[in-house]
């Protein structure tokens, strides 16, 4: 078997094996027959049938219901294979639902192979065609649906208690908010991406530089080099260190290669196998040009991007992202994310970093969409001169009078 290649089926039994949580999930979204074979769908059948009779759930176990079932294909061998590719649980609703898109695409290839021999012959009556037709998407769209589906009245979401937010960053960034940070060419938008890491993961607020309960990141560089993240971070990080809640050493973690192709199974894979190992809480990403092998020039093309964004958003991670603006026009400067418009609408928070002045000592912290979850304190503007490369405008006083006072002195790491 060739492990480089990651198959979401053999994902999700291997999850299966590793706890019994990913069963749930899995049979929430799946059916044995939702598989590309026969044996698949025995293998799927045996983990359910196994983990229904009270059994523990790993390879032996499974293999031997195989057996008795007349499968003599799958070897144990196999069965550890998987276990060992899946590495973790926590990712068994994203491979399930990869595994259920996969056998919707072969039921509407299968159907509409039917329909074109239907068409092509005389025998079957047009209104029947389009009768089977119909009623064959029907099943199919009916089929591509979680089992347990259903719509909730007004009245069960009113007498729902009120919910409360499962800050991240208090007052800031929430499970499951995406933010893209775009901006001028030189105007600091990855290093304060870098800063907002390095502060969370030191236990800082990012913006007001107040103490918070340190946060565990991960970084997907797809531009810079670990020379780079150690040439310009020594300082930040010292500062994070002597001010911060702990050293944010060990809570911060960068992944550092080329140009890749998240819309494909092995370096989306690869992301998700770093999430397993890191567990992080923000996971930083970019630029997005940088994470596929071509530019994005329109909504087609953006569309599998933001579905593979969003499988790792699905685990409860805060996305921060890095995009690059459009060039200058007509004397003005757009600072949405170039290539899609779809990309305009999909975060929660979408800001660009324009010059504050002309000396360049300042920016201003652009809104390039409405922010889908008002109150949060996003500053207005940033100034350099601080202890941190940027120092955000909603500092409370006593903070910054506390920082710039210690930013007088020799900083080393």
């Known amino acids: 078997m060739n492990t480089l290649t990651i198959d979401p089926e053999k994902l999700v039994i291997g999850a299966c094996m590793l706890a019994a949580d990913a069963i749930r999930f899995a049979s929430e979204v799946l059916a044995p027959e939702d598989f590309r074979s026969h044996n698949m769908a025995e293998v799927f059948r045996a983990v359910v049938q196994t983990h229904k009779a009270g059994d523990f759930v790993e390879p032996f176990t499974v293999w031997t219901r195989l057996t008795q079932a007349g499968v003599k294909d799958i070897p144990i061998t196999d069965l550890h294979e998987w276990t060992m590719l899946a590495g973790s649980a926590e990712s068994t609703a994203v491979y399930a639902r990869e595994v259920k898109e996969l056998a919707t695409r072969r039921r509407m290839s299968m159907a509409a192979a039917r329909f074109t021999q239907n068409l092509s012959s005389t025998d079957v009556p047009t209104a029947q065609t389009m009768s089977e037709m119909l009623e064959a998407l029907k099943d199919i769209r009916d089929n591509s649906t979680d089992k347990n589906i259903r719509a909730l009245s007004l009245g069960e979401i009113l007498d729902m208690p009120d919910t409360v937010e499962d800050w991240v960053i208090p007052g800031l960034l929430e499970r499951g908010d995406r933010l893209v940070l775009t901006g001028y060419e030189g105007m600091g938008k990855t290093t304060w991406i870098r800063q907002i890491l390095i502060c969370a993961a030191a236990g800082i607020h990012p913006t007001t530089l107040d103490h918070i309960r340190p946060v565990k990141c991960l970084v997907v560089d797809v531009e810079n080099s670990v020379k780079q993240w150690q040439r310009q971070t020594s300082r930040m990080a010292a500062t994070a260190v002597k001010h911060g809640v702990t050293?944010?050493?060990e809570n911060l973690h960068i992944h550092c290669q080329g140009r890749m192709d998240i819309r494909k199974d092995k370096d989306l894979g690869l992301i998700h196998r770093l999430v397993d190992e890191h567990e992080p809480e923000i996971l930083g990403i970019g630029p997005i040009y940088k994470l596929t092998p071509t530019a994005i020039k329109n909504d087609e093309e953006a569309a599998p991007v933001i579905a593979a964004l969003?499988?790792?958003?699905?685990?409860g991670l805060v996305l921060v992202i890095e995009a690059h603006a459009p060039?200058?026009?007509?004397?003005?400067?757009?600072?949405?994310?170039?290539g899609s418009a779809a990309l305009m609408g999909w975060p929660e928070f979408g800001f660009g970093l324009a010059p504050g002045n002309e000396e360049g000592s300042s920016a201003d912290v652009v809104r390039w969409r409405g922010d889908r979850e008002t109150g949060r304190d996003w500053p207005r503007g940033l100034e350099k001169g601080g202890p941190f490369p940027w120092t955000a405008d909603n500092v409370h006083p006593a903070t910054r009078q506390k920082y710039y006072g210690y930013d007088s002195q020799k900083v080393t790491f």
């Open 247 to 249: 050293s944010p050493r």
């Open 327 to 338: 060039k200058m026009s007509n004397g003005q400067r757009d600072l949405a994310p170039r």
């Open 310 to 315: 969003d499988s790792l958003r699905d685990r």
